[in-house]
C-alpha cells in the first residue's frame, strides 16, 4: 500500500474510534453543542438597523471559527500528545510511517471538522430563520472550507512541532480567545478600532467567519461587512496566503522535531510527567 | 553478501564537552543474539539508538545491514524492528486493528526469501494475544502491552531486531515466556538480535555473545562462557564434614576436590562446586574498571 493510502487509512480508524469513543465524542460535541445552544437563544435579536435575526448571522462566523481553532489547536494538541506517548517514534520506526502519520492527522481533522459543519449546517438550516443556501453559496462554502483547512492545518502541525510541554497546549487557547474578538466572529469587525481591524485581518480566522457568511447569509447583508462586500478575492488571497506559509514552513520543523525522536527522548519526557505528576 | 549484520569502529559521541562514547568497536554476526550490558550511564541506550538511527553520531564508522543508519531510507527501516522500553503509544487502538495496519507499511517490502508482514493471526498466536486481538491497546497489562510491542518489533519479520530491556518489570513466568519466544525468532527465523538488559542470568540465557560497556567504552566482548572463564579463579567448593559447614574459593576446583577427597574421603558430604558465571565477571570487570 502506498503513504496516501495508509495514510487515509490510519486517518478512518481515528474517526471511527473518536466518533464510537463517548468521552471523546462528548469532548468534540460539547463546545460546538453550547455554542449552537448560544446562538439559538440569541435568534430572537435583530442585526440592529435590520430585522435578520442576530443568532443566524452569527451561526457562519462561529462556523468559520470552529474551522480556525479546530484546525490549528486540534492538530497541535495531537501531535502533542503523540510525540509524548511515542505515537511519533512508532511512525518514525515504520518504513513510510512519517508520512502516512501525518496524512492520518490531516484527515482526523478535517473529517472532525467537516462532521461538525455538517452538523451545525443541519441545525442551522432547521433552526435559524434566513439562513440560505444556494449552488453558488455551496460552492463558495467548498473552497473556504478547502481552503480554511489548508490554511490551518499546517499551522497546527507547526505549533505541535514547537511545543515540547503538554500542559502548554492549554496556553495557545488564550490567544484564540483574544483572536476571536477581534475576528467579527460575535462582534461586527466594524465596531472595532481601525488598528484592531488590521491586526483581525492579518489571521485566517477572520477570513473563515467572511468567508462563512458570504457563504450562507442572504446577499443582503454583506452591508453589515467592512467596505460593505463580502471581499471574496480577499478571502481566498489571505487564506491561500496563510497556506503557502505553512505548507513552506511546517515539514521541515516537523522533520527536524522526528529528527530528535528516540527512545531515550520519550523516555525523559514521561520521567518528566512522572515528577510533575507526584 | 558479507555476513556481518552490523560494524562499528571508533563511534563517539559527545553532548557538548560531555563524552557518552569514547571509541566503541564491535561487530554482529547474522543470526547472532548479541547481549549489551553496562551499568547505568555506560552509553548502552545511545549506541542502541545510532544503529536504529534514531540518533546521529559524533564520530566513527557505523554499518548495520550494509548501510549507514544516519542517512539509510525506508527500505533500509524496513528490515528493522525496534521494541523499546516504554511504549504507551496508540492507547485507542486495538490489538489486532493496529497490528494489521503497521504490517500493511512493509508489504511492499517483502522479497522471496522474506515474506512481509507476518500474517496478524499467526502473530498473535505466538506472543499469545489471540484472546486479546479485540482490546484496546489501553485496557491491556504491563505484560501483555509488552508482547504486543514484541509483536509490533516483528511484524515486518525484520533481519535485525533491537530489544531494549525488554524483560524489566516482567514477572519470573513471563520473562521465561519472552526468552522462549526470543529462541524461536533466532532459531527458526533466522533473525540476528541486539539487546540491552540489565538481567545477567537473561544475557546468559539468551545471548550468543556478551558486550559489557563501561564509561563509553567496550570493556569485555565475548561469549557468556568465555567471560566467565576470564574469572575461572573464582570457583567456590562447599562441603560438610563431622556436620560442619566449609567453604573453599579457588581457582583449581577439580585438584581441590580430588585432594579434598583423598585426605577426608568418605566423611566428605553435600559437596558443591559452583564455577563463577557472567555476573561474577561483570562484577568484577565493572569494579576493575571503575577503581
Known amino acids: 500500500m502506498s503513504a496516501l493510502k495508509l495514510g487515509l487509512a490510519r486517518g478512518g480508524i481515528e474517526v471511527r474510534q473518536a466518533l464510537t469513543y463517548w468521552p471523546d465524542l462528548l469532548q468534540a460535541l460539547f463546545f460546538s453543542g453550547l455554542s449552537i445552544l448560544v446562538l439559538f437563544l440569541m435568534r430572537g435579536h435583530h442585526v440592529p438597523g435590520t430585522t435578520f435575526s442576530l443568532g443566524s448571522l452569527t451561526l457562519p462566523s462561529v462556523i468559520g471559527m470552529n474551522i480556525a481553532v479546530s484546525g490549528v489547536t486540534g492538530v497541535t494538541a495531537l501531535l502533542v500528545v503523540d510525540r509524548e506517548d511515542g505515537t511519533l517514534l512508532r511512525a518514525k520506526a515504520t518504513p513510510g510511517g512519517m508520512t502516512a502519520y501525518v496524512i492520518g492527522k490531516i484527515t482526523l481533522t478535517s473529517a472532525t471538522i467537516l462532521i461538525g459543519l455538517v452538523l451545525a449546517m443541519v441545525v442551522g438550516l432547521l433552526a435559524f430563520p434566513g439562513l440560505v443556501v444556494t449552488a453558488g453559496g455551496l460552492l463558495t462554502l467548498v473552497w473556504v472550507v478547502a481552503l480554511g483547512l489548508l490554511a490551518t492545518i499546517p499551522l497546527g502541525i507547526l505549533l505541535g512541532s514547537l511545543i515540547t510541554d503538554p500542559r502548554f497546549i492549554a496556553l495557545i487557547i488564550l490567544p484564540f480567545s483574544g483572536l476571536t474578538a477581534i475576528s467579527g466572529i460575535f462582534y461586527p469587525i466594524t465596531h472595532l478600532p481601525g488598528w484592531l481591524q488590521g491586526i483581525g485581518q492579518v489571521f485566517p480566522m477572520y477570513w473563515l467567519g467572511l468567508g462563512v457568511r458570504a457563504s450562507l447569509l442572504p446577499d443582503s447583508l454583506r452591508v453589515v461587512e467592512l467596505d460593505g462586500s463580502w471581499r471574496l478575492g480577499y478571502v481566498l488571497l489571505a487564506l491561500a496566503g496563510w497556506a503557502a506559509v505553512g505548507l513552506l514552513v511546517a515539514p521541515p520543523v516537523l522533520r527536524r522535531v522526528a529528527r530528535r525522536e528516540s527512545g531515550s527522548a520519550v523516555a525523559a519526557r514521561r520521567e518528566r510527567a512522572m515528577l510533575r505528576a507526584t | ?291
Open chain 2, 1 to 291: 553478501m558479507s555476513d556481518l549484520v552490523a560494524e562499528v569502529r571508533d563511534l563517539r559521541m559527545s553532548y557538548g564537552a560531555r563524552e557518552v562514547l569514547g571509541g566503541v568497536g564491535f561487530t554482529v554476526r547474522t543470526g547472532e543474539v548479541v547481549a549489551m550490558l553496562g551499568p547505568n550511564g555506560a552509553g548502552k541506550t545511545t549506541t542502541i539508538e545510532i544503529l536504529e538511527g534514531f540518533r546521529m553520531r559524533s564520530a566513527g564508522f557505523v554499518s548495520v545491514l550494509g548501510e549507514d543508519p544516519a542517512h539509510a531510507g525506508e527500505r533500509w527501516r524496513a528490515r528493522i524492528g525496534v521494541v523499546l522500553q516504554s511504549w504507551r503509544d496508540h492507547a485507542k487502538w486495538r490489538v489486532r486493528e493496529l497490528l494489521q495496519h503497521l504490517g500493511g507499511y512493509y508489504a511492499r517490502y517483502g522479497t522471496p526469501e522474506i515474506a512481509r508482514p507476518w500474517p496478524t493471526d499467526e502473530l498473535l498466536d505466538l506472543v499469545g494475544l489471540t484472546a486479546h486481538a479485540n482490546a484496546r491497546i489501553g485496557n491491556l497489562s504491563g505484560g501483555q502491552r509488552r508482547r504486543l510491542d514484541v509483536a509490533i518489533g516483528i511484524v515486518g519479520h525484520p533481519e535485525l531486531l533491537f530489544l531494549d530491556e525488554p524483560t524489566a518489570g516482567f514477572d519470573p513466568a513471563a520473562r521465561r515466556e519472552f526468552h522462549e519466544l526470543v529462541h524461536r525468532l533466532t532459531d527458526t527465523e533466522q533473525t540476528t538480535v541486539l539487546l540491552t538488559t540489565h538481567d545477567l542470568a537473561e544475557a546468559e540465557r539468551l545471548a550468543d555473545r556478551v558486550i559489557i560497556l563501561a564509561g563509553g567504552t567496550i570493556i569485555a566482548d565475548g561469549s557468556p562462557d568465555e567471560l566467565a572463564l576470564r574469572m575461572s579463579g573464582h570457583a567456590e567448593v562447599r562441603w560438610t564434614r563431622d556436620g560442619q559447614r566449609y567453604v573453599h574459593p579457588t581457582d583449581q576446583a577439580t585438584k581441590f576436590t580430588r585432594e579434598l577427597f583423598a585426605q577426608f574421603g568418605e566423611s566428605v558430604e553435600d559437596l558443591e562446586v559452583r564455577r563463577a558465571g557472567l555476573e561474577d565477571t561483570y562484577m568484577a570487570l565493572v569494579q576493575e574498571y571503575e577503581q
